[in-house]
Structure formats: C-alpha cells, structure tokens
C-alpha cells in the first residue's frame, strides 16, 4: 500500500509509476484510491458541524417558492443575498450579505421521521435500523462521525479529535443515538462539553484549574499497580476500553493548549458581543477556539431536548412566530459572525463548516406526518431539506440541487446522510471504505456513500 506522508509535498511518482496506474495501479494502488490521495491533500485542517435539531423548513429559509400558493409559501419573503440570482429568506439579512462565502445545497433526502433516527442517520452516516419515537442508545449503534474519525485518524497527541457541545440531544425522555463511540466504545466518542458557554462562570469540569502534576502522577502510578494485579481480567475489552478511556481524559486534563481552548475570556468583548451573547453564539466562538486548538471535528449541537423550554427547531406550532422572533434572528447573528471571524483570521480555508437540519418541514402548513400540527405549523419532512456549506474547498455563490415546485422532492441531484458522511470523513483524511467490525461482528466499512465532490465545484 502507498503510504502519503504526513508532509504537504510529497515525491511525485516516476514515469513508469505514472504507466503502471494503467494496469495494476501504483502498488496496487487503483485509480479512485490515488484520487482520493489526490485529495487528501488538499483537505481542510477541521469541520464544523452546526446541527439546527428539531428540524429547520427549507421552504422558510434556504428554499423558498414566493410562486407558491399561500399554504405552501409562508408569509416569509425572499430577499436577494450578495450573489446575483440567489435568495434566501428575509430573516437571515446579515447571512445574505455573506451568500459568496457559502453553498445552498436544496437536495438533502432520507427516509426517516422521527428526531432520533433522523439525528443519528445525520451524525452518523447511517440508516436506523428502526425508524420509532423511543429510538435509544444501545452498544450496538454505529459511531458518531467523530468517533469514526478518532478511529480513522488515531489521536496523536493531547487535543482530542472530536468534541460536541453545548448539549446532547434527545426528545423527551429518550436520549438520541449517535452521539458516542457506539460499538467503537467510549475511548471513541467525542469529548462531551456540557453547559452554556454564555455563563460568567462557564469552564469545563476537570480544565478548571491547573492539575497538580506529582498528584497526577501518584495516581497514574497507583492505578497501573492495579491493572497489573488484574492478571487475565485486565484482558476484559470493557476494561480495555476503560484504559483507553482514562489514558485520553489524563491526556486532555494536562493540556495546555485545551485548557486555554476553553477560556473564552481571552476573547474581546466586542467580538463576544458579534457573536451573540446566548448558548449558541458562544457554543461557535468555542467551536473556532477548537479549531485554533487543532481538534478536527466539532459538533455543535442547537437545541438540547425537544419540547424544552430552550429554543429548538420543531415548529410543529406558530412556524412563523418561532422562525421570525426565537431562531432566525440568533441563528443570523452568530453563523454570519462565525463565517466572519474564520474568514478574517484565515482559518475559512482550513475549516469546513456545515449547517443543516436532521430533516426539514412539511411542504404545506398544518400537514400532518404523524407528529402532530396545527394550520400555524409544519410537520417533520425528511423527503427534501437543506443545507448550507462554507469554507474548505467549498465555491461559495453556488447553489447544488433543485427541489420540486413545493420543496417536497429532489428534482434532480439528491444527495444522502450517507453521501454526506463519506464526503466529511474523506475531507478529514479517513478513507470512508475502511472496514470496522461493527456491534453484530460484521466487517462493514465506515461509509456506503459517495463523495460529492460537486460541493466543492
């Protein structure tokens, strides 16, 4: 196998190397595989992944159809953005001045219904194998995207791959799968940041102050005294994954460059301030201070429980009400100054930024998909929704895709959680067709996507 090293310029292939690509490949090496190289190279540094949860209406923001009749249309108005023949909704004046940084893509499409099969479909890549209300965590789930990228890229030093933040999520009482490690095990998950970032008191439990270091170091020496008196018990994997676990929360705790990560104090006031003084304009200046701090995926999770007091996107009631006055003006005002502050610190280019739904909104107010709606509201929709791409190698100014005359279908171009997946994780320079042997001890790759390399023109 042709290994790629980790420096930017590597030795370019002779020319019977460049003829060998013809029969057997490159050392057995296919085509496909020296593009993917190929690309590799050119990868961003980190993602970002702003999961708007509850489900935002592609028909009230990035996919409007003024044309349509009133049930279908909304009351909302499109409004022109900074590239000619591009609309978007009225609600989002701060992003529409920013429409050539990034990509609409009108497309989305999967199958599933509900909040917790959706989400994980989304996060993880992968279709649920059931599509119910009371979808739940087991051992058995497959990983979250981070994970898969932990496992794919390995961790090299004390910044940990992942992390998620500012809450997990769930609706009602039934916690939403594809969060973790899955059958990875937790040594994989995303480290879990909990809390709100807005807080005057906000820090990380454990980074708060300076760990003493022969305390750790005691501590270090007694548990490895334990795990050397296991004998065979210490070959559990359960006490593997453990070990594991403990190696990379000590790794996290005694580093510097995370602890700093996290004090969003050395941020200035009027940059706070542009981003919004709530959980979610915080959670997006946290998740740029990660991204400076190398850690490689970081999902932003806006919503928490549905059905909470804290704004979500499920507007089964008062659609427009919720849209115009809870979530679009916020949503304007921290994604703008996110896509700003990467941009002017040169970080845009090496940071893939992706915003999207676990579905989208019925295409006519008040029809009902099994989960509930009133004439004010709109229903869960995962046939047809939207999602917005910037940095990377993203061409901004463009729009992938097109829906049908009401937003219901893709008329041409559907692209899936799966495809989606396997372009993420080959952006991050894991090969999605790597094989893992899943919770049912199948060998099954990470990804049974495509790449789309139409998002990045």
């Known amino acids: 196998m042709l290994h790629v090293p980790d420096c930017p310029i590597a030795r370019g292939p002779t020319r019977r190397e460049w003829l060998q690509l013809g ?268 991204v400076e701090a190398g850690v490689r995926l970081v999902t932003v999770y806006w919503g928490g429980k549905v059905n909470n007091p804290t704004p979500f996107w499920d507007t089964h009631f008062k659609n427009n009400k919720r849209l115009k006055e809870e979530l679009l003006p916020p949503f304007d005002q921290c994604f703008s100054a996110f896509l700003e502050d990467l941009h002017d610190r040169g970080l845009l280019r090496d940071t893939l930024v992706v915003a999207m739904g676990e579905f989208g909104r019925t295409p006519r107010f008040g029809q009902d998909t099994g989960n509930g709606v009133d004439e004010t509201g709109r229903d869960h929709w995962s046939q047809c929704y939207s999602l917005a791409l910037a940095g990377g190698e993203v061409e901004g100014g463009r729009v992938l895709g097109r829906s049908d005359r009401i937003a219901a279908y893709p008329a041409d171009s559907p692209f899936t959680p799966q495809d989606l997946a396997a372009t993420l994780l080959q952006q991050l320079g894991v090969n999605p067709e790597q094989k893992v042997r899943d919770g049912f001890d199948r060998l099954v790759p990470l990804s049974t996507g495509r790449y789309c390399k139409e998002f990045f023109g």
């Not at 279709?127 to 119910?132: N, S, T």
């Open 23 to 290: 029969g057997l490949g490159l050392f057995g090496l296919t085509m496909p595989a020296a593009l993917r190289s190929e690309s590799i190279a050119r990868r961003p540094k980190s993602i970002v992944l702003l999961l708007l949860h509850g489900g935002p209406s592609q028909l009230d923001i990035w996919d409007m159809k003024p044309s349509a009749p009133p049930e279908i249309r909304g009351e909302f108005k499109p409004i022109s953005t900074s590239v000619p023949g591009i609309q978007i909704t009225e609600h989002l004046p701060r992003l529409a001045k920013l429409a050539h940084r990034f990509t609409i893509v009108r497309s989305m499409t999967h199958t599933s219904l509900f909040h917790n099969s959706a989400t994980y479909f989304v996060t993880t890549g992968q279709a649920p194998l059931r599509d119910v209300i009371a979808f739940t965590p087991t051992e058995n789930d497959f990983p979250h995207l981070g994970a898969q990228a932990a496992y794919g890229l390995k961790n090299r030093g004390n910044v940990p791959i992942a992390v998620s933040l500012p809450d997990p999520v769930c609706d009602g009482p039934y916690t939403t799968p594809g969060q973790t490690g899955g059958f990875l095990g937790p040594s994989y998950s995303p480290f879990q940041v909990l809390g709100d970032p807005n807080e005057p008191h906000f820090s990380v439990e454990g980074l708060g102050a300076q760990p003493e270091a022969g305390r750790i170091d005691s501590r270090q020496q007694l548990l490895q005294k334990i795990n050397d008196n296991l004998g065979r018990l210490g070959d559990d994997p359960k006490l593997i994954h453990m070990d594991q676990f403990q190696k990379r929360a000590l790794a996290i705790l005694t580093s510097d460059v995370v602890r700093r990560a996290f004090v969003l104090d050395r941020e200035s006031t009027a940059l706070r301030d542009r981003y919004g003084r709530h959980k979610y304009g915080q959670s997006l200046l946290l998740a740029r201070r990660l």
